[in-house]
């Protein structure tokens, strides 16, 4: 599988996107096992009583499941309806703040954590920026969990028109 690479130009027309859809995007967007995220709090270590930072939590979909282990998240979106419909799914959870701001311009201040995680976000941000920050912001010993959806190439069916979909809202024909 060729890896998917974003041109700094395309960046951020494209990573905004979603923000327009934040319900349908929740509604249709794959979602993540229990087991990833169960695997992730055993390999990271993470503590009980831990701290969480998400890059990019979209509408909360990943940060649900680290929210029922009772880990304290402070999530940074971007989009502004992507943030709104995550807070509101966290209603439950008052141990998780969303934070709306790219996180190339948020400012961790003297903060602390125990795990970074991403869910299909982290490319998004420019590597030059992201992984700076990110060593910036993780405790000593804390850990860093990237991942994401894989969609089957070549795009069929669902994939296909959401590939057709994004290309024409992104006004090109390059990748996702």
């Known amino acids: 599988m060729k ?42 270590a993470i503590p009980a009583g831990g701290r969480i930072l998400e890059v990019g939590c979209g509408t909360g979909q990943a940060t649900l ?31 998780v703040e969303i ?8 400012e961790p201040g003297v903060r602390t954590f125990d795990l970074l995680i991403s869910a299909t976000a982290f490319h ?4 030059r920026i992201g992984y700076p920050t990110a060593a910036q912001v993780l405790k000593r010993g804390g850990a860093i969990a990237i991942f994401s959806n ?7 069916g669902y994939f296909a028109r959401v590939q057709s979909v994004s290309r024409s ?3 090109h024909q390059g990748s996702e």
């Open 150 to 156: 894989i969609r089957p190439r070549p795009f069929t």
């Open 99 to 106: 934070v709306t701001a790219k996180f190339e311009d948020w």
């Open 3 to 44: 890896p998917v690479t974003v041109k700094d130009s395309e960046r951020e027309s494209v990573r905004t996107l979603f923000d327009a859809i934040a319900r349908d995007y929740d509604a249709y967007r794959p979602g993540y096992p229990d087991v990833l995220s169960a695997d992730i709090v055993r390999l990271s």
């Open 124 to 127: 998004w941000i420019a590597p």
């Open 65 to 95: 499941r680290f929210a029922q282990f009772g880990y304290k998240i402070l999530a940074v979106e971007m989009g502004e309806s992507m943030a709104a419909f995550a807070r509101e799914k966290m209603r439950d959870f008052p141990y």
């Open 169 to 171: 809202a992104a006004g």
